[in-house]
């Protein structure tokens, strides 16, 4: 049995179909984990989301921002924006079947020893409030009234935790968390719209995994939505957003939770669109 982490593919079906290939990936025996932005920007998201659905439980899917912009774009309350490319999943005859599965998808995961998810953590949440925290907005996203989240889940407000949160102030900061955040202060103050390298942090800021003390800092954390930050391996961190949809690559990490051994795997990918955004 092999384990692998991948990371952004945003509608870049055949460079997948080709990683998975060159992985001799096979459903009955590996595990895939996949750390959001499945969709858009790429020239086949729908593909994409088919592919993964037909691997069933071999393939377990984190929600990134672009895959929440789809979500509320489809339920009219988020209207698309210039460079997405959603409209395979939208105008699709199984339409409903691809965003329902999308809806049920995790905003985080912590599995052989390692906490998944696509954007970063605040520095006062430990890995089980992570989890817990995640759930209260997958259980919003899988409730009758998931129209009503997406209403309220866009903003930069409030920028930081509270434990006294409540609503969709709540809500809004675990998402902008778990698939927004790069860069905060040392106090966890989000800084939502800097999107830059690592010696680009404004002012009084600094990558959210370097905040000193950081309570999931025990726990190797793989994330992806960071291009410009590029692949990182640490002991305690795994970035695998290589830039696919830009013309970087396309990134796996291949992981023994046993012996601890890694390997990196990359697939070269024609750009789908000009570098830049999020």
């Given at each position: 049995?092999a384990?692998?982490?991948?990371?952004?593919?945003?509608g870049?079906?055949e460079?997948?179909?080709?990683?998975?290939?060159?992985?001799d990936?096979?459903?009955?025996?590996?595990?895939?984990?996949?750390?959001?932005?499945?969709?858009?920007?790429?020239?086949?998201?729908?593909?994409?989301?088919?592919?993964?659905?037909?691997?069933?439980?071999?393939?377990?899917?984190?929600?990134?921002?672009?895959?929440?912009s789809?979500?509320?774009i489809?339920?009219?309350v988020?209207?698309?924006?210039?460079?997405?490319?959603?409209?395979?999943?939208?105008?699709?005859?199984?339409?409903?079947?691809?965003?329902?599965?999308?809806?049920?998808q995790?905003?985080a995961l912590?599995a052989?020893?390692v906490l998944m998810?696509?954007?970063?953590?605040?520095?006062?949440?430990?890995?089980?409030?992570?989890?817990?925290?995640a759930?209260e907005?997958?259980?919003a996203?899988?409730?009758?009234g998931?129209?009503?989240f997406?209403?309220?889940?866009?903003?930069?407000?409030?920028?930081?935790?509270?434990?006294?949160?409540?609503g969709?102030d709540?809500?809004?900061?675990?998402?902008?968390?778990?698939?927004?955040?790069?860069?905060?202060?040392?106090?966890?103050?989000?800084?939502?719209?800097?999107?830059?390298?690592?010696?680009?942090?404004?002012?009084?800021?600094?990558a959210w995994?370097?905040?000193?003390?950081?309570r999931?800092?025990?726990?190797?954390?793989?994330?992806?939505?960071?291009?410009q930050?590029?692949l990182?391996?640490r002991?305690d961190?795994?970035?695998?957003?290589?830039?696919?949809?830009?013309g970087?690559c396309?990134?796996?990490?291949?992981?023994?939770?046993?012996?601890?051994?890694?390997?990196v795997?990359?697939?070269?990918?024609?750009?789908?669109?000009?570098?830049?955004?999020d």
């Amino acid at each position: 049995m092999a384990l692998y982490l991948i990371g952004d593919v945003q509608g870049c079906d055949e460079p997948l179909a080709r990683l998975l290939r060159h992985v001799d990936f096979s459903p009955s025996r590996d595990h895939l984990y996949l750390l959001g932005d499945l969709v858009n920007r790429g020239p086949a998201s729908a593909q994409v989301l088919r592919r993964l659905m037909a691997l069933d439980g071999s393939a377990q899917c984190l929600l990134g921002n672009h895959d929440l912009s789809l979500l509320a774009i489809s339920q009219g309350v988020r209207a698309a924006r210039p460079g997405d490319t959603i409209d395979s999943v939208l105008g699709a005859p199984d339409r409903d079947a691809l965003l329902h599965w999308l809806r049920h998808q995790r905003m985080a995961l912590h599995a052989h020893g390692v906490l998944m998810l696509h954007g970063g953590v605040l520095p006062q949440w430990d890995v089980a409030q992570v989890l817990s925290l995640a759930g209260e907005v997958e259980s919003a996203l899988r409730s009758p009234g998931h129209a009503d989240f997406f209403r309220e889940m866009y903003g930069n407000l409030p920028d930081a935790w509270s434990d006294d949160l409540q609503g969709a102030d709540r809500l809004r900061v675990i998402v902008n968390a778990l698939t927004r955040l790069r860069f905060c202060t040392p106090g966890g103050v989000m800084h939502l719209k800097a999107s830059g390298r690592l010696d680009e942090a404004p002012p009084s800021t600094l990558a959210w995994f370097d905040v000193p003390g950081r309570r999931t800092a025990g726990a190797p954390v793989a994330f992806g939505h960071w291009s410009q930050l590029g692949l990182l391996l640490r002991d305690d961190l795994i970035a695998l957003d290589t830039g696919c949809v830009w013309g970087g690559c396309l990134s796996a990490l291949r992981f023994d939770p046993v012996t601890g051994s890694r390997e990196v795997v990359q697939v070269k990918c024609p750009q789908a669109q000009e570098p830049g955004g999020d």
